[in-house]
Every structure is written in C-alpha cells, then in structure tokens.
C-alpha cells in the first residue's frame, strides 16, 4: 500500500512541471532543486506515516494477544500467537529475527501456561524454535535453553527417553558455555529427574546430589531457588528410596 501511494505520487510529476531546458547548459536551477525537495519531504512523510501504521497494528495485535491470556481464553491466544508465527514466516526468511521472535512468543505463551494440556502440544513450535537456533547460533546458551524447554515438552507426554535425551544435550552445551550455576544447577537436575522417570536410581541419584549440593551453594537464594531445593530432595529420596538405602 505504502509503494503504490509513493509510485502514485511519482507518477504526478511530470516532466511538464519540471523548468524546461532553454539552451545547453541553461536550467532554472533553484526551480528544480525546490521541487526535488518537495518530493523527497513528501516521501519522507508517507514512509513515517506507513511505519506508525505497521507499528500501531503491531502493538494492537500484540494487546489482543496478552488480553487473550489475561481473560483465560487461551484457545483464542494460542491461535493468534500461531497466526503470528504464520505472518512473520510469510514476509520474513524461515531464520530470521522476526520469525525467531514470533515463535519464541508462542513457545512462551506455552511454557507460562498453567494448563498442562496446552504445553503438551508445544512440541511443534519448540522443535521450529530449536530448527532456527541450530540454524544461527549452534551450541549457544539460548540453544541449550530451548533443548531444556524441549525436555519439559516430552516430559509432559510421557516421552522419557527423548526428554532425557534433550535435558542431557541442554547441560552439555551449558557447561561448555560455562553458563551461571544456578542454570547449571537446574539442568544437571533435570537429567536427575527424567533418569528417575526412567527408573535409573543410581544414575539419578548422583545427577540430583550434584544439583542439590549447587543449589544450596548458591549465594543468593529466590523463591524459585528453595522449591528447585525442595523438588531435588525429594526426587534424591524417592532414588534413595528405591535404591534400599533407607
């Protein structure tokens, strides 16, 4: 819309309003310079005009969205949030930032979730978000982080194996990143937890000891930090437990 308003108002300058060249070398120089100076003013403006739009329907999609979670209607944000992903993927390289943002949104929309069923069906977009940070940044800390959104994903529908699997993948690429011990604390525990959901005690037990020896090392402890402490007792007794040493 914003090319054809442009290409339009071309269009109506012709060479008729343009001083006529009366002899070789001879133009009305000011003339010229003035109207070359109203077309560019006149395109500046219509580029403004057409950004705020783009912006202005961007912020309104992006309310309707967040009011869609807010009023607990997740069917109707889970389809605009996937909507979104559908837009940016149209107008945008499958790899590029505004498609990563789209589907990290959606991902997001997913993981903040309370109900358990929508994130159950997260897999999709968590595998099309990990395809892209495989794509530009292989082995980094966000990598490591969708893997570890990925292990929640599959633990959520009872696919064990490949939760471990991508829960170990996650803590191998945090710790040749040397990610923040509270990070490494969390993954290296849930290795721990999917090995218990497996029925590997013993390989549990040393995972949650580690995590929960990180965990209560921890300078500054939130809220968060005492239910992972909480949760890796737990897991840490019920191995035990199994494993006879109670």
Known sequence: ????????????????KIPRVKEPGQFNAPGLKMQIACVAVFVALLIVIGTRSTEHLKKKAK????????????????????QAVNTAERRNDAYSPKVRR?????VDFYSNNPDGKYFARSEEAVLR??????????ESIEHSRVLGELAMCYEAQGKHRQALSAAEKSLAIKKKNHAPDRD??????????????????????KFLEEALKSLLALPEVSAADEFAVMEARRLLLTANIKLGRF
């Open 63 to 82: 309310s309707e969205k967040v009011q869609s979670v807010e009023q607990r209607d997740f069917e109707s944000a889970e389809k605009q949030y996937g």
């Open 102 to 106: 789209a589907v990290r949104d959606l």
């Open 184 to 205: 490494l604390a969390l993954a290296t525990m849930k290795v721990g937890q999917c090995n218990v959901k497996l029925d590997r005690f013993e390989v549990a037990s």
């Open 129 to 138: 978000l990990m395809a892209i940070e495989e794509h530009n940044s292989p």
């Open 1 to 16: 819309e914003l090319a054809q308003k442009v290409n339009g108002a071309l269009e109506r300058i012709t060479l008729e």
